[in-house]
């Protein structure tokens, strides 16, 4: 049985999708998240396990611990002045 999307009833498809996540004026930005994307509105739905592995990095992040996960992370500094 196919799943609709919760938003628009559309059809869902499995995509690669990146989250960003702004956290106190930084980007934590997440690259190759498995998730599953309507094609017509675009809303992505991650399963469980993706859910906690997001959950854990943010808490890493915010506590200056981030390092090799299995997903592709880093951060940018929104605060920052943007050079030329």
């Known amino acids: 049985m196919n799943q609709k999307c919760p938003v628009c009833s559309g059809e869902l498809r499995k995509d690669i999708i990146k989250e960003d996540i702004w956290i106190d004026g930084k980007l934590l930005v997440i690259d190759n998240l498995t998730a599953k ?5 675009g809303e992505s739905i991650v399963d469980y396990n993706t859910m906690q592995k997001i959950e854990n990095l943010i808490d890493k992040f915010k506590h ?4 090799a996960t299995e997903f592709i992370a880093y ?3 929104a605060t920052a002045p943007v050079s030329a």
């Open 37 to 41: 994307v309507c094609v017509h509105c």
């Open 64 to 67: 200056n611990m981030i390092r």
């Open 75 to 77: 951060e940018i500094d």
